[in-house]
Antibody, heavy 117, light 108 residues
Framework: QVQLVQSGAEVKKPGASVKVSCKTS????????THWVRQAPGQGLEWMGW????????NYAQNFQGRVTMTRETSISTAYMELRILKSDDTAVYYC??????????WGQGTLVTVSS | SYVLIQSPSVSVAPGKTARIPCGGN??????VHWYQQKAGQAPMVVIY???DRPSGIPERFSGSNSGNTATLTISRVEDGDEADYYC???????????FGGGTKLTVL
């Protein structure tokens, strides 16, 4: 079955970087785009961008341009999202999700990133 | 950038019909996807491409999209439908995806 398993919770200081991983299984990793979505505490969903695991091409939301990098390692079917220059309002649950020509049909369990001094 | 507007909350009695609107400029020209998110869980798609249901989603869930409003309709609402609901579209002008702010459905 399709699974997306994310790395564990992180606590970072302001100004630091965080890299979240999303290990996939149960499908051909390079056949489906991986999206990243975040959700601040008590807030709504915010789309961050996607990566084409086949080509490595990326598309980032305007709010994150210059601060986010999405990469992948096809040999281990894993996508990564790195966010730099963290601020307190980057505290959120970060999700990876697979786009499968219908919608974001499969989601990871989420990774809580806490930014605090 | 494209903006989707959702009412913060909708309340409905069990067995009644809930309608959750999602407003956007000429949203009828776009394809709308709807996600349900229960407390502490990842979102789950309940409607894609305006009106299609993934397997496993009850027929009680339906969608429509026209003009400046897309609507998720939940018939014969059950306690288990209590959740946050988000609409999502792809904005071709920016090649970016956009979520609405979400609507909290409360079952009275």
């Amino acid at each position: 079955q399709v699974q997306l398993v994310q790395s564990g919770a992180e606590v970072k200081k302001p100004g630091a970087s965080v890299k979240v991983s999303c290990k996939t299984s149960g499908y051909s990793f390079t056949d489906y785009y991986t999206h990243w979505v975040r959700q601040a505490p008590g807030q709504g969903l915010e789309w961050m961008g996607w990566i084409n695991p086949d080509s490595g091409a990326t598309n980032y939301a305007q709010n994150f341009q210059g601060r986010v990098t999405m990469t992948r390692e096809t040999s281990i079917s894993t996508a990564y999202m790195e966010l730099r220059i963290l601020k307190s309002d980057d505290t959120a649950v970060y999700y990876c999700a697979r786009w499968d020509d219908t919608a974001l049909a499969y989601w990871g369990q989420g990774t809580l990133v806490t930014v605090s001094s | 950038s494209y903006v989707l507007i959702q009412s913060p909350s909708v309340s409905v009695a069990p067995g009644k019909t809930a309608r959750i609107p999602c407003g956007g400029n000429n949203i009828g020209d776009k394809s709308v996807h709807w996600y349900q998110q229960k407390a502490g869980q990842a979102p789950m798609v309940v409607i894609y491409y305006d009106e299609d249901r993934p397997s496993g989603i009850p027929e009680r869930f339906s969608g429509s999209n026209s003009g400046n409003t897309a609507t998720l309709t939940i018939s014969r609402v059950e306690d288990g439908d209590e959740a946050d609901y988000y609409c999502q579209v792809w904005d071709s002008s920016s090649d970016h995806w956009v979520f609405g702010g979400g609507t909290k459905l409360t079952v009275l």
